[in-house]
Nanobody
Framework: QVQLQESGPGLVKPSQTLSLTCTVS??????????WSWIRQPPGKGLEWIGL???????NYSPSLKSRTSISRDTSKNQFTLQLSSVTPEDTGVYYC?????????????WGQGTQVTVSS
């Protein structure tokens, strides 16, 4: 059974960089053909896909967030990390990590429980 767990600060000041880590258990992030995504949900709004890191280490980002987003991984810890720079209050929301199934990675079959991030001074 694959499990994902988000971790990171719940409060970030405007203009700073939001950094979250997803720790994966029950499966390796380097297993062929699996993709590892970050998704967020602002209050009162729908889910928004942020980006992903593939089993190869390659990345893909939402065009609307690409200039501020970086996703990396630590294969020794089976973790992947989201960094979102120059945050504003509009970046407040619940942030999720999830696994994307083969072949495309767009069907997200396992999710973390989510972590609340608030951007405020």
């Amino acid at each position: 059974q694959v499990q994902l767990q988000e971790s990171g600060p719940g409060l970030v000041k405007p203009s700073q960089t939001l950094s979250l880590t997803c720790t994966v258990s029950g499966g390796s992030i380097t297993t062929n053909y699996y993709y590892w995504s970050w998704i967020r949900q602002p209050p009162g709004k729908g889910l928004e896909w942020i980006g992903l890191i593939a089993y190869t280490g390659g990345t893909n980002y939402s065009p609307s967030l690409k200039s501020r987003t970086s996703i990396s991984r630590d294969t020794s810890k089976n973790q992947f990390t989201l960094q979102l720079s120059s945050v504003t209050p509009e970046d407040t929301g619940v942030y999720y990590c999830a696994r994307g199934a083969p072949p495309t990675g767009w069907v997200l079959d396992y999710w973390g429980q989510g972590t609340q991030v608030t951007v405020s001074s």
